[in-house]
C-alpha cells in the first residue's frame, strides 16, 4: 500500500477532507488556444508529512513542449457552518426547507476544498483528503494536439506521479470573453488582506488594489466597480470653496481607472447615486473642517439638489480624458421607489450624455425598464418578461443578468453548498437569454468576518468588534475570494465561473457559424432552467418559496461530463468551421 496515493478528479467535484477522493477522472481535458484548463487531483496520505510539488514537461508525442503556463495551486478547506437556508435567514446549523438538501452537495456543518493558493508543496495529514489543482493557460501559438503531463510529490527519495493529458485545440480563444462580468469589488484595505491593513490610498493599499485587479481579470472580469465621492476615504475628493461653490479632485480616480485598465478591464460601472449622499464628507477650503451637509435629509433634496453639480463635473473630468465610452453608472440597487428612481435617473441623463446607466432590478422591471440603460434581470425576471428583454435589444438597450442570496433551490446558485456545476452554468444562462454582462454584488464583501476560511455564513451589516453572526446570506455569498497576507486568493467556484465564461465565448462563436448547432448543445445544458421551470404562480411569495418548492421544476445539467463533453464538441465544431485565412497581401 503506498504512503501517498494521488488521483485525478473531475474538477466539477467537490473534495471533502473527511471523505474518498471521488471517482478517478482520465479523461482529457479540451482546451483552446490562448484558453486555460484546470486539472484536479485528490491526495491521500497514510502519515504526515510534507512533499514537494512540480510539474514535468508538458509534451506531445512528438516531443514538442507546449507553450504556455502551468500554476499549481494547494486547495485550503474552508467551514460551511449553515447551509443555504434562504435570503437573509440563515443560520449556522439551521434546518434546511423541506426538498432543498438534494440540490446541494451536503449537509451542514462540514469542510470542503475551496481556496486556490499558489504553492510548491503540500502538508499532508494522514486520513484526510487533500486537494492540488494545476491550472494549464496556453498560449494563443501553441501547436494543437494532444499533450501529456505529469504532477509529482517527492519527499527525500520518495516519488509519486500522477498522470493527465488535455488537448489543444485549433481554435482561438480571443483576448476579451463574449460576456462582460464585473463581481464587486470592495476596496477597503481591510478586504484586501489577512495581514494589518495598510492606509487608504497609500502605496501599500495601490499595490493591494492593483494585486485584487488581477485576480478578477484573470478569472473573467472585464468590469471594474468604482467608487466615487462617498465615505470618509473617497475616490473622489468634495470641497467647498469660500463663494459657496463645490470643486472636486480626481487624482485617485485616474489612478484607479489607469491601474484597472493596463490589466485589461474594459468598463467602469460607478457606485449606486441614491443614499450616497448621506455619507458624502465636503472639505470646507477656508478652514479646512469636513461637513456632512446631506447626512440629515431624510427626503434627500439637498442631495438630488447637489447631484447634477457633480455629475456635471465628473462628466467634464470622464470626457476630457476620453473615458465616457466605457463608463457606466448605478443609480438606484434593486429600486421599489418610482419618483426617487426617475429622479436620479433623469439627473444621470441630462448631465451624463454618452454614460450608460446600469442597475439591477429584481421588482417590476417592466416599471423601470425606461429609465435604465443596462437593466440586469434576476433570472426569474428575465423568465418572466422575456418579452421586455428582447423588446429592449430592438431598442439598442442592453440587458444583463445577476443573482444573490436567491435564487434558491432548485434553481442555480454559486453558494459553496451548491454544486460546481451551477458556478459554469451561470454563462450559459446568460447565452440563453441573450444577456451582454453578468453581475454579482460581493467579490470580498466580509463585513467584520476576521476568519473567512472559519466562517462562511455572510454578515447582512457590518459586524461590530466581538459580534458573533446569529443569521446572515447563504454560505459564500458574500464573496468568492479569500484574503491572504499578499491579497486576494480565488476560489473554486470563481474557476468553474470562469471555465463557463469560456464555454459561452464558443457557444458565441459558434452561434455565428452555425447556430443550429450551437442551439444543440446550449438546449443540453440549459434547457431545464428555460423550458421546465413554470412561471410563479398568482399567490406567490419568497416565503412560500422558501417552505415549498413543489410547483417548480429542474431539470437544468448538474452532471459534470456534460460540460465536458460540450466543450468538446464546442471546440470541434469550431475547428471545423474556422474561417479560411486570408492569403498574405504581397
Known amino acids: 500500500m503506498p504512503s501517498v496515493r494521488v488521483t485525478r478528479c473531475d474538477p466539477l467535484l467537490r473534495l471533502f477532507p473527511d471523505r474518498p477522493p471521488p471517482p478517478a477522472y482520465g479523461s482529457p481535458a479540451h482546451v483552446p488556444r490562448s484558453g486555460s484548463t484546470p486539472i484536479l487531483f485528490a491526495i491521500t496520505a497514510a502519515q504526515d508529512g510534507a512533499r514537494r510539488l512540480t510539474i514535468k514537461h508538458i509534451r506531445r508525442d512528438d516531443g514538442t513542449v507546449l507553450k504556455g503556463q502551468a500554476r499549481i495551486y494547494e486547495l485550503l478547506p474552508v467551514q460551511v457552518e449553515g447551509n443555504t437556508q434562504g435570503s437573509m435567514c440563515s443560520k449556522p446549523g439551521g434546518a434546511l426547507p423541506e426538498g432543498w438538501l438534494e440540490h446541494l452537495v451536503r449537509e451542514a456543518p462540514f469542510q470542503t476544498a475551496e481556496v486556490l493558493v499558489e504553492a510548491d508543496s503540500v502538508v499532508l495529514s494522514a486520513g484526510s483528503t487533500h486537494g492540488v489543482l494545476v491550472d494549464v493557460a496556453v498560449d494563443g501559438d501553441a501547436l494543437p494536439g494532444t499533450y501529456r503531463g505529469q504532477l509529482e510529490l517527492t519527499s527525500g527519495d520518495a516519488r509519486v506521479t500522477a498522470a493527465f493529458a488535455l488537448q489543444v485545440h485549433a481554435t482561438v480563444l480571443p483576448e476579451h470573453h463574449a460576456l462582460h462580468s464585473v463581481h464587486w469589488l470592495w476596496p477597503d484595505p481591510v478586504n484586501l488582506t ?6 487608504w490610498w497609500s502605496d501599500e493599499h495601490w499595490v493591494l488594489l492593483e494585486q485584487a485587479g488581477r485576480q478578477l481579470r484573470a478569472f473573467g472580469d472585464d468590469t471594474m466597480f468604482t467608487p466615487l465621492i462617498e465615505g470618509e476615504h473617497p475616490l473622489i475628493t468634495t ?5 459657496g461653490t463645490f470643486g472636486f479632485d480626481y487624482t485617485n480616480l485616474d489612478r484607479w481607472v489607469t ?48 447631484l447634477p453639480v457633480f455629475l456635471t463635473d465628473f462628466h467634464g473630468h470622464l470626457a476630457e480624458r476620453n473615458w465616457t465610452s466605457c463608463f457606466l453608472q448605478h443609480q438606484y440597487d434593486e429600486p421599489r421607489d418610482r419618483k426617487l428612481y426617475e429622479a436620479i435617473s433623469a439627473a444621470v441623463r441630462d448631465n451624463m450624455p454618452g454614460v450608460g446607466s446600469i442597475d439591477a432590478i429584481n421588482s417590476r422591471p417592466e416599471t423601470f425598464s425606461p429609465l435604465v440603460d443596462h437593466l440586469v434581470f434576476n433570472l426569474p425576471g428575465i423568465m418572466e418578461h422575456r418579452d421586455l428583454a428582447a423588446e429592449r435589444v430592438v431598442q439598442g438597450r442592453r440587458n444583463w443578468l445577476y443573482h444573490c442570496s436567491s435564487p434558491y433551490p432548485p434553481y442555480p446558485n454559486r453558494h459553496i453548498d451548491c454544486p460546481l456545476t451551477a458556478s459554469r452554468l451561470w454563462p450559459w444562462i446568460c447565452h440563453t437569454y441573450k444577456a451582454q454582462g453578468f453581475l454579482f454584488w460581493a467579490a470580498n464583501l466580509y463585513r ?25 446570506h447563504p454560505p459564500g455569498d458574500d464573496w468568492f475570494y479569500y484574503r491572504g497576507p499578499d491579497g486576494l486568493r480565488p476560489s473554486v467556484r470563481i474557476l468553474a465561473f470562469r471555465e463557463g465564461l ?12 452555425d447556430p443550429a448547432q450551437a442551439h444543440v448543445l446550449q438546449d443540453r445544458i440549459v434547457g431545464g432552467v428555460v423550458k421546465r421551470l413554470r412561471p410563479y ?23 459534470p461530463d456534460d460540460y465536458h463533453v460540450a466543450r468538446a464538441e464546442l471546440l470541434q465544431a469550431l475547428d471545423q468551421t474556422a474561417p479560411a485565412e486570408k492569403p498574405a497581401k504581397p
Open 194 to 199: 489577512s495581514s494589518a491593513p495598510p492606509e
Open 239 to 243: 470641497h467647498r470653496r469660500d463663494d
Open 259 to 306: 491601474t484597472f485598465r493596463h490589466l485589461g478591464f474594459r468598463l467602469f460601472s460607478g457606485r449606486h447615486l441614491n443614499h450616497m449622499g448621506r455619507n458624502v464628507y465636503v472639505r470646507i477650503k477656508a478652514s479646512g473642517k469636513r461637513e456632512r451637509p446631506f447626512h440629515e435629509d431624510p427626503e434627500q433634496k439637498g442631495w438630488l439638489g447637489f
Open 448 to 472: 467584520g468576518i476576521t476568519d473567512e476560511y472559519g466562517n462562511s455564513l455572510g454578515p447582512m451589516a457590518p459586524l461590530k468588534p466581538g459580534q458573533t453572526l446569529e443569521v446572515g
Open 502 to 513: 469560456i464555454d459561452h465565448t464558443l457557444l458565441t462563436m459558434l452561434a455565428s457559424r
Open 537 to 559: 404562480p398568482p399567490d406567490w411569495s419568497w416565503r412560500r418559496y422558501r417552505e415549498t418548492v413543489n410547483f417548480l421544476e429542474a431539470s437544468h445539467s448538474r452532471t
